[in-house]
């Protein structure tokens, strides 16, 4: 609680403040706002502490909770120089700042109840967001496709949480009992939500179109929490209802594995970085529901370095990807290939950008690719085909999307380019690469042993 009234008093002081200093004073406060989140982290695995009546948590929740604000301060820092956001930066920070405040609540509620709430309450900033700052005239069928796949998704978990309110009473996460003797439609209920926020394949169609049409803040802000939501709904739930690994769960990581292919192709055949990136995300986010639906120790740990790992790496993508594109006026790989010829060190962020995607070592996500495929090898031997396959195509994309951003057979447009990059906009790079050093180093945290 008293983070959250820290949060408030904090936004509601730089409100008072001139523009020019409304950008510094709101990312000073993400910074400190994080720091003080380290102070809720307990122990590791399933150990959890009540703060309140209201809220309570662990290991997980403390980390994700921590992952947000970090994100969303790094959102605002990059935005602040953006074009398109120079004339309603004001509007742009509360809009961020309001959805943050919703996630640290989702990440810490005791209640199934109050979780859904807030859990559909963050759909709102995130469409004014694009609605209002959206680059291009597609952005209302992209809102439309969020709106229809987040809110048709999880109509069925709000029956389930109802019954649960009329029929036991409380929906308390720490003391509901529920019987093993769960139908398995009742799983589809409880998961197909979360799965669309994810994205887990089918269902990942709306979030190519909202990061092409949200601005660099947005994107950020979606691919760094937004999606991880959905990773942890699915955990409260499994703990909840005592989930075994059940026929559903086998066909939830089914899909997943072509998911994780068929995301890394559609990569290869991309023009767009942005749509790159986004099916990049859809590819990486097989993992963790591989790690959770796979109802192991080594599984659920693999997910979760796999969660804040990407949140940090995708949100790097996309600053990177918005400060390029600021400098050239386009997304296309052949118009970024200008930037980065006559920028060397653009060329370089991109470089480590590309190879903590990919999960060179010692980068963390090679600790969750191994660990998630350890566990789903325990299900299946011969699982390990389609993942093979998956890390030779992700390997084609991030090695050619490389190569046609740094190759030199076009002349340059030196007329396209401005004078040089922001700092501020560099800085927002190393804050997000310390804490992924951090998760490489402390990524046991997450053991329940």
Same mark, same amino acid.
């Given at each position: 609680?008293?983070?959250?009234?820290?949060?408030?008093?904090?936004?509601?002081?730089?409100?008072?403040?001139?523009?020019?200093?409304?950008?510094?004073?709101?990312?000073?406060?993400?910074?400190?706002?994080?720091?003080?989140?380290?102070?809720?982290?307990?122990?590791?695995?399933?150990?959890?502490?009540?703060?309140?009546?209201?809220?309570?948590?662990?290991?997980?929740?403390?980390?994700?909770?921590?992952?947000?604000?970090?994100?969303?301060?790094?959102?605002?820092?990059?935005? $602040? /120089?953006? *074009?398109?956001?120079?004339?309603?930066?004001? !509007?742009?920070?509360?809009?961020?700042? %309001?959805? &943050? @405040? #919703?996630?640290?609540?989702?990440?810490?509620?005791?209640?199934?109840?109050?979780?859904?709430?807030?859990?559909?309450?963050?759909?709102?900033?995130?469409?004014?967001?694009?609605?209002?700052?959206?680059?291009?005239?597609?952005?209302?069928?992209?809102?439309?496709?969020?709106?229809?796949?987040?809110?048709?998704?999880?109509?069925?978990?709000?029956?389930?949480?109802?019954?649960?309110?009329?029929?036991?009473? $409380? /929906?308390? *996460?720490?003391?509901?009992?529920?019987?093993? !003797?769960?139908?398995?439609?009742?799983? %589809?209920? &409880? @998961? #197909?939500?979360?799965?669309?926020?994810?994205?887990?394949?089918?269902?990942?169609?709306?979030?190519?179109?909202?990061?092409?049409?949200?601005?660099?803040?947005?994107?950020?802000?979606?691919?760094?929490?937004?999606?991880?939501?959905?990773?942890?709904?699915?955990?409260?739930?499994?703990?909840?209802?005592?989930?075994?690994?059940?026929?559903?769960?086998?066909?939830?990581?089914?899909?997943?594995?072509?998911? $994780?292919?068929?995301?890394?192709?559609?990569?290869?055949?991309? !023009?767009?970085?942005?749509?790159?990136?986004?099916?990049?995300?859809?590819?990486?986010?097989?993992?963790?529901?591989?790690?959770?639906?796979?109802?192991?120790?080594?599984?659920?740990?693999?997910?979760?370095?796999?969660?804040?790992?990407?949140?940090?790496?995708?949100?790097?993508?996309?600053?990177?990807?918005?400060?390029?594109?600021?400098?050239?006026?386009?997304?296309?790989?052949?118009?970024?290939?200008?930037?980065?010829?006559?920028?060397?060190?653009?060329?370089?962020?991109?470089?480590?950008?590309?190879?903590?995607?990919?999960?060179?070592?010692?980068?963390?996500?090679?600790?969750?690719?191994?660990?998630?495929?350890?566990?789903?090898?325990?299900?299946?031997?011969?699982?390990?085909?389609?993942?093979?396959?998956?890390?030779?195509?992700?390997?084609?994309?991030?090695?050619?999307?490389?190569?046609?951003?740094?190759?030199?057979?076009?002349?340059?447009?030196?007329?396209?380019?401005?004078?040089?990059?922001?700092?501020?906009?560099?800085?927002?790079?190393?804050?997000?690469?310390?804490?992924?050093?951090?998760?490489?180093?402390?990524?046991?945290?997450?053991?329940?042993?």
């Amino acid at each position: 609680m008293s983070l959250l009234i820290f949060m408030t008093l904090s936004s509601f002081c730089a409100m008072f403040l001139n523009k020019k200093d409304q950008a510094v004073a709101m990312t000073n406060s993400f910074g400190i706002w994080s720091v003080f989140s380290l102070t809720y982290w307990v122990g590791s695995g399933v150990s959890w502490e009540s703060l309140s009546n209201l809220f309570c948590v662990d290991i997980f929740s403390s980390s994700l909770v921590t992952l947000s604000l970090w994100v969303c301060g790094i959102s605002i820092l990059v935005s $602040s /120089s953006m *074009i398109n956001l120079r004339g309603l930066f004001n !509007s742009f920070w509360v809009l961020v700042t %309001v959805l &943050c @405040f #919703l996630l640290v609540q989702s990440f810490m509620v005791n209640t199934l109840a109050m979780f859904y709430v807030l859990f559909e309450s963050t759909l709102v900033p995130m469409i004014m967001i694009i609605g209002i700052w959206g680059s291009q005239f597609e952005r209302v069928p992209s809102i439309q496709y969020i709106a229809g796949y987040t809110m048709a998704g999880s109509f069925p978990l709000l029956l389930v949480i109802a019954s649960m309110e009329v029929y036991t009473g $409380s /929906s308390f *996460i720490w003391s509901i009992a529920i019987k093993h !003797s769960v139908e398995g439609v009742i799983w %589809v209920f &409880c @998961f #197909l939500g979360f799965l669309i926020k994810l994205p887990a394949f089918p269902f990942h169609t709306w979030l190519p179109k909202a990061h092409v049409q949200a601005p660099v803040g947005g994107s950020v802000i979606l691919a760094g929490i937004l999606l991880k939501l959905g990773g942890y709904g699915i955990t409260r739930f499994m703990m909840v209802f005592s989930y075994t690994l059940e026929p559903f769960g086998i066909l939830v990581i089914t899909l997943s594995l072509y998911g $994780s292919v068929y995301g890394a192709l559609m990569c290869i055949r991309q !023009s767009d970085v942005k749509k790159l990136i986004a099916f990049s995300s859809v590819s990486h986010m097989a993992f963790p529901v591989i790690g959770l639906f796979s109802c192991t120790e080594v599984g659920l740990v693999g997910a979760y370095i796999m969660l804040v790992s990407h949140g940090f790496i995708s949100s790097g993508l996309f600053v990177l990807c918005g400060i390029t594109s600021e400098l050239v006026h386009s997304r296309k790989i052949k118009a970024l290939n200008n930037a980065t010829r006559l920028l060397p060190e653009l060329a370089f962020f991109w470089l480590v950008a590309i190879m903590m995607n990919l999960g060179v070592p010692p980068c963390p996500v090679i600790i969750s690719e191994v660990l998630c495929v350890l566990s789903a090898i325990a299900i299946w031997p011969w699982i390990f085909i389609p993942l093979l396959l998956y890390l030779i195509l992700s390997g084609a994309y991030s090695f050619s999307l490389y190569c046609q951003l740094t190759e030199t057979w076009t002349k340059s447009d030196k007329s396209l380019l401005f004078s040089e990059m922001a700092i501020k906009d560099v800085d927002a790079l190393f804050f997000l690469l310390y804490p992924l050093a951090e998760v490489l180093f402390k990524w046991d945290l997450w053991s329940m042993v």
